[in-house]
């Protein structure tokens, strides 16, 4: 699995701590939770959203369309987004 360095909102500063801060209301109560490896520790406290850390200008207009694209208002349920991003997920091989 590569690995790939994030900056969790701990560690934040300027511009990236300042689209953490707009980005968390919008996200799931889970997405507050750290997610864990595989192998037990801790894969990063940001989560899924860490993974554009490094790049915070692409990450707030990414992630917004994500939460977007997600919401409860669409046809599908939550259970039928989440599904499908399993899918694809496993499809690409992707850990996360």
Known sequence: MARI????????AGELKA?????SPLFPPEYARPEVASEGSTLNEGGVVAL???????M?????AFVEMMSPELALTRRQHE?????????NACQY
């Open 5 to 12: 360095r994030t900056i969790p909102p701990s560690q934040a």
């Open 19 to 23: 689209a953490y801060e707009r980005l």
């Open 52 to 58: 554009h850390s490094l790049l915070p200008k692409v």
């Open 60 to 64: 707030e207009p990414m992630m917004v």
């Open 83 to 91: 599904m499908i991003n399993t899918v694809v997920s496993r499809a």
